[in-house]
């Protein structure tokens, strides 16, 4: 033992032979958990393009089918906060697996679905199966990259992966409902997540983060219940109800409250799901809010936009994913480029830039009207992709960085929250700037009943249907006045899309100046070293006195330093 002991002593500080292990596999670990991430990102899109086929087939009502579709975003929302405390308090890795189990087990029933309710219960299971991924593989990636040049590289491939996943999903879906059924969108997910679940078992190291005093699961409760509320309300919102009506406020209003009892029970519980303090931090709240305005500003501008290439621009769904890959290309670049650029830059620039650069792209989008301009529309989707991704890459990265490591699945979870929530209110917000410019203009019609006008004024489809109804002079009168009005709507989304980002290019002054590195980055190594857990126990036993004296050693060096 004496030799063994005097053996251990001689290596060098920054040894550490737990970490080094799985320093060694990081960047696998990183393909593993960019897999996860791809295929939650997938099937948040996949669905799109398979709705007229799931509706001939199961003939759900229009609720049913607005559940069908909005289930799955509702319920991972709602959830991310719970799944992500909780998988700082028992293990990211345990809940991320038990997330895959689930998501597959969702996926086969979704597959096979009977009926529109079945359906239903079965893209909520998704859902929940998403919101245990989805933090787990942002939290356990902080873990595993404790270096902060090392973790912006990381970040850059993960927010890549999303864009690529969110991208590729209504291609990927319109191949197979074209050539199989609508099912098979959610059958390639089963074979993915047994491999996953067998690899990520053997792989992934276990973490966590701080574990003291019991785990509130009434405030876990109480954030999922206000989550809920809120993006309910707004996508009720932004499908086309008043704001007075019961769907709209009712959810909103009990949303709102559950959240504020929540943030009061976290500031006066001693052991808190999430350390409200952090949004003090003056860093960590900037970044937070930088990914509500970027989702806010241009979530609802893409389904606008996705109607206007179908709609205006005659293109099948097909041709609308294909002209949507340049947006994706450039997003997957600066995400890869993310890391060179926030070291050479540093956050404030980075993501003030970015979301003049996206702006920049939007009002270039104003010159497009009733006609096919490519070489416009191509220019602007590099340009929107490229500055969107590098907004949230820096705000991501340094929300991320600012949280402590112990709360990193908390930390996740306020990120991808913030998400859901910008999204939901940009449908909301945009979805009204866009019928308020858009309903005006086909309600007095000539030659169109006053009934048939508002019905025409409801979407740019419904007036195309009313019209083929009434044909002769009406029927092309309502076409016309349809599709000048759309672009007339989507101009005047536009602007206020590109001011909302120009508000966020000032809010992103207040980031700090530079990426911060260097010897916390030591500290923040050796931290880890205690939260990364091997998955079998008796290693454990084995390498604690040796890891104990190495980090002693290492921590004197520190001191030293």
Not at 4 to 26: D, E, I, M, N, Y
Not at 275 to 280: G, Q, T, V, Y
Not at 461 to 476: H, M, N
Request: hydrophobic content about 55%; glycine content about 12%; overall charge positive.
């Amino acid at each position: 033992m004496t030799g063994t002991t005097v053996t251990r002593r001689s290596r060098p500080a920054t040894t550490v032979p737990l970490f080094a292990t799985r320093q060694a596999s990081r960047w696998t670990i990183l393909f593993v958990l960019c897999v996860s991430l791809l295929i939650v990102a997938l099937d948040a899109t996949v669905l799109h393009v398979a709705v007229p086929a799931l509706t001939e087939d199961l003939r759900p009502s229009s609720q049913g089918l607005l559940w069908i579709v909005d289930a799955y975003p509702l319920v991972a929302a709602s959830l991310l906060i719970l799944f992500g405390t909780l998988g700082d308090r028992i293990g990211r890795r345990k809940v991320l697996l038990i997330g895959y189990g689930l998501f597959g087990v969702a996926s086969a029933l979704a597959a096979f679905a009977p009926s529109p309710m079945v359906l239903i219960a079965a893209r909520a299971l998704l859902g929940a199966g998403g919101a245990m991924i989805m933090p787990a593989t942002l939290s356990i990636l902080r873990q595993v990259f404790p270096d902060r040049r090392e973790r912006a590289m990381a970040i850059g491939v993960w927010s890549a992966v999303a864009a690529v996943g969110a991208a590729v999903g209504p291609v990927l879906g319109g191949f197979l409902v074209e050539h199989f059924w609508w099912g098979s969108v959610f059958l390639i997910n089963i074979p993915l997540m047994a491999v996953m679940l067998v690899v990520g078992r053997m792989l992934l190291p276990e973490s966590r983060g701080g574990a003291d005093g019991p785990w509130d699961v009434l405030g876990a409760l109480t954030a999922a219940g206000g989550v809920l509320g809120v993006v309910l309300g707004m996508k009720r919102l932004g499908a086309g109800a008043g704001p007075l009506n019961a769907s709209v406020c009712v959810p909103l209003i009990v949303g709102a409250a559950l959240l504020v009892l929540f943030i009061r029970r976290q500031r006066q519980r001693k052991h808190p799901l999430i350390d409200i303090k952090m949004f003090a931090q003056v860093a960590f709240s900037t970044s937070v809010g930088c990914i509500v305005l970027a989702m806010l500003a241009l979530v609802g501008l893409e389904l606008i936009a996705v109607q206007y290439l179908q709609l205006v621009l005659g293109l099948s769904p097909f041709q609308t994913g294909l002209r949507l890959l340049p947006l994706t290309f450039a997003a997957m670049g600066a995400g890869l480029a993310g890391s060179r650029l926030l070291t050479r830059f540093g956050p404030r620039a980075m993501v003030s830039s970015g979301f003049v650069l996206t702006a920049v792209a939007v009002l270039s989008l104003t010159a497009m009207g009733q006609h096919d301009r490519p070489m416009l529309l191509t220019t602007a989707f590099v340009l929107l992709g490229f500055g969107l991704e590098t907004t949230l890459f820096g705000a991501y990265e340094s929300m991320l960085s600012e949280a402590p490591a112990r709360q990193a699945g908390g930390a996740a979870a306020i990120g991808e929250t913030s998400y859901q929530l910008g999204a939901g209110m940009g449908i909301a917000l945009l979805g009204s700037v866009m019928n308020a410019a858009y309903t005006p203009g086909v309600a007095h019609t000539p030659g169109v009943s006053a009934a048939d006008g508002a019905a025409a004024g409801n979407s740019l489809g419904e007036a195309y249907d009313i019209a083929d109804r009434l044909g002769g002079g009406p029927g092309a009168a309502l076409r016309h006045a349809a599709r000048h009005a759309f672009v007339t709507g989507l101009h005047v989304t536009l602007l206020v899309s590109a001011a909302l980002l120009l508000v966020g290019a000032l809010a992103a002054l207040r980031l700090p100046r530079v990426m911060e590195c260097g010897s916390l980055d030591r500290a923040a190594a050796l931290t880890s070293c205690d939260a990364l857990l091997p998955a079998r126990r008796e290693p454990v036993e084995l390498l604690r006195p040796a890891r104990q004296e190495s980090l002693a050693v290492a921590r004197s060096g520190l001191a030293g330093d």
